[in-house]
Structures are given as C-alpha cells and as structure tokens.
C-alpha cells in the first residue's frame, strides 16, 4: 500500500494505490452506477456498466476492477462513457428474464418479504424477523394458523424437492415474540392532528387501524359485537386458531393507543355522516362478509334445521352451538364449508357428509383441510347437487340431490358440473348446512348505501387506495372484494391506512407503477 499521484477527472490528486478506481470516486462523492459490484466479492466487472476512460488504454476500463496507480489519468464522465454504458445497460436487458421480485413475495396478497424473514430466521435473528413481518402482516400468529399459503404455491424450492415451509416459519417467530416478555409493539410517530373511524374490528380494520396509529393518526374502532376479530374469532373455529392467541395479537394492536367501541352497530348506534359531524376526518368502512348465500332450492326457507354455515360458525364462538346429532349434510367446498363439517363432528353429529358438485380436486379448501377431514371421519358426496330440501312440516328430513357429470370449463377454469337426467334420488338427514358462499351486507349503510353502491353489486373503490366515490370514505377487507382470504383482508387494510396517510399530507393517492420484468 503506497500513496500515488493521479488525474481525476482533470485534478491532479493523491490517492491510495490499493483502492480501485470505483472505491476512489466514492470516497470523493462520486457516484459511478454499477449492477454486478458487491464490496464481499471480488469485482470481475461483469457487467461493465461502471466503465471508465484511462489514458493510453485501448478500450475503457471497468472501475471497480482497475487499482489506481502513479500518474494514472481517469475520466468517468464524458460522452462517450455514457454511451458505453446505456450500450451495457441495453444489452444486458434484451435477454434480461428475471424476477426482480420472488414468486412467493409477489403471489403473497400483503407482499410480505418472505427471502427477508426466512433468511432472518435461519440466522437466528427473531427479534429481527418479526419487526421485518410486521411491515405487512400485523397479526402474524393468527394468520400463521389460518393462511391459504399463496405463497408455497409458488415457492421455487418445489421445482427441487417441496415448497419451504414459509407459513410456518411466520408462526415461530410470531409465537416466540408473543409469548416473550416483552412482544414487539412499533414506534408510533408524532400526532398529526387528525382521527379515523374504522367500522369493523376484523382482519381489514384492525390493519387499517395498526399502521394509521404508526402515522400518528388517532384511531377509533367502531364494532358491532362485545369482541374484536371478526371472522378470526367468529369464523373460524378454535381447533384452527385458539382465541387465547387471537386476544393476544389483538393486544399488541391495541396498544398503540387504538380505543374501541363495542357493540355499536352501523345505521343504529351512529352514522357515517354522525361520524363526521364527531369530528372524524376520514372514515374506513370495514364490515366483512357476514351474510351467508342460500341453497337457492325448494323448501329451504322456513326448515329450523337447514342452517346458515357463517351464522352457524359464529354461534359455535359465541358457546350457542346447536345441539348436532344423527346425519348432517355440508353443502359446499370451500374453506368455510370444511369448518363447519369438522365443527359438527366435535359436536357429535354421528355422520358429516360433505355434499358437492364437483370433484374432490375441484374443491376450492385447502388441501390440508380435506386430508384432516378425511382423518376425522368426514365423508365426501361429490359430483353431487342439491335439487330440493324435503320437509315434515317446519323440519328438513333430507334432501333431493342429483348425480352431475364434468362438462366444459367455466369462467373458474373448471370443468362446469352438468346434471345427469334422471339421477335424482333422496338422502335422509338430520341437519343440513348451507357453506356455499358469503357476501357483505349493504344493508346496514341505511341511506349511505345509495351514495356509496350505486346500481352496483360491490362498492366502487380505487383497488390501490380503497378510496370510493365519496372522499372521505375507504372501504378495506371482504366488505370491498366480497369474500376474500384473511391474508388479502390484512392487505386491504394496509393499502387504505397508506392511501389516507398521503390523504391527509394531500399526496397523490395512485402508487408509482411497479416495475416487474419476469419469464
């Protein structure tokens, strides 16, 4: 290591001749791009997008490669340096098919940085982990229980062997944290003078809630049960999530000065316009999707034993389970419609039947669900539709079902199910469960509905911000999308806490385009 004399960009300086061109310019200020340079390795100049000009050299020079040495003369910013690297650069992108994000980060709804927490975890860095999963999933015991997993879905590992136990992995660092002495709660930063409402405490409100009361914003939620979680805690069942660990991670929202409002139901107890007029500057409207689809077939109104599966569910959390007894019949597939099958089981039902029309692979629930049903004794009636509910006065004894065959495939990608004629034929059962789909309830918006629905089936909204129609109202969770995952309810209401952040600091509420170049 020797001091050397050189030129740079035309003034005669000393430097360092165990530095490279690159390490030099930086200590001066001077920003030289470069795609392929990492100080932990050694440089190659690969990409030769930090070439520089030396005088005397035959062609330019890479300089994060190039040592400095006495009376070496450098120019890094002239015309033609610049052309040579956009010609690198141009080079380099025409067969360029990266994914400049993971597949499992990009399939994830919340863009959670799963290479960033699972690197975190292998290195035993917790406390780490758990700040880095916060960004996006408040609430990461519960959906560490619950989750659908896009994300292993497209995990790259599978290619290999199997996908990376990624859901998993976000549920040992969220125990670890919640169980320890002192759970991780963020930093809120200073008040900024202003409050939201947020009409719903489930996965989309207490999002919102937690990364508004982060800005500074004072927060109130608006709940029309004596609990907070919604679906969590009135959805999904214990055996999936223990609501010992739901009331935990609500905690930890909480504590960020969030107050709550119990039992105050919308277009009852207050308004959206009431809401204002308390001085709340902007409002989230958060109310799930509580209302439940119907078979949609003779006799079906009025049995006392064709139950609503959502209405069902919530009673089962609220300890006002049916007593369930004899042959019970699940009409549905999905995630919802397992959760009642398994419930009755644990109720002692003596048999569960799931009817559904299509196949077993057509079943929308998680695979897990189905192999654990299986397990517990659930019994599958597929290619099977419901036709008619048969009734002894105001009691359901069966149903009319009909055997149905694939035919071609609907706007689902799925094969449609077509009836076979003649197939009809009865099935006796105690109690029949409708699981077949939930929707929002726009009823309880009372003379808000107009303004905010229109002659529309959901809300409009801006799908980035959930801004509607009217300024001052977002909407967030299942009550925007209909029905949707939990980890998609979570994301929808980080994206209006973000949206009314930049709301009020009167900031342009679409996002920068995000660049994506992938195969």
Partial sequence: ?????????????KADDSQTILDFAKSQGIEIPTLCYDNRLDPYGSCFVCVVEVKGARTLVPSCATKLREGIEIETNSEKILNSRKTALELILSNHYGDCIAPCKAECPAHCDIQGYVGLIANKKYDDAIRLIK??????????????KFCEKKCRRQNIDESISIDNLKRFAADKDLFSDKPYIPTCKAKIGKRVAVIGGGPAGLAAAYYMAQEGIDVEIFDAKDKLGGMLRYGIPEYRLPKAILDKEIDTILALGIKVNYNKVLNKDFTIDSLRKNGFDAIVVACGAWSAAKLGIPNEEGAVNVLDGIK?????????????????????????????????????????????????????????????AEEEGVKFKLLTAPVSVVRDGDKATGMIVQKMELGEPDASGRRSPVPVAGSDYEEKYDFIIAAIGQKPDFSILGTDKATLLGDNRL???????????????????????????????????KAAAVAITKYFAGEELEPVPEFLCKR
């Avoid at 509607?468 to 209401?493: I, N, P």
């Fill in 1 to 13: 290591m020797a001091e050397v004399n050189i030129i740079f960009n035309g003034k005669q300086m």
């Fill in 135 to 148: 960004k996006t999933i408040p609430m990461p015991a519960s959906i560490g229980r619950v989750c659908t």
């Fill in 312 to 372: 069902f569910l919530g009673e089962v959390a609220e300890g006002k389970a049916p007593k369930l007894h004899g042959r019970v019949a699940i009409v549905g597939g999905g995630n919802t419609a397992f959760d009642c099958a398994r419930t009755a089981m644990r109720l002692g039902a003596d048999e569960v039947e799931m009817v559904y029309r299509r196949t077993r692979d057509a079943m929308p629930a998680n695979e897990i669900e189905k192999v654990e």
């Fill in 459 to 493: 809300i409009p909204y801006n799908k980035l911000t959930g801004q509607t129609g009217v300024k001052d109202v977002f909407v967030a969770g299942d009550y925007a999308s209909g029905a949707k995952t939990v980890v998609e309810g979570l994301a929808g209401g």
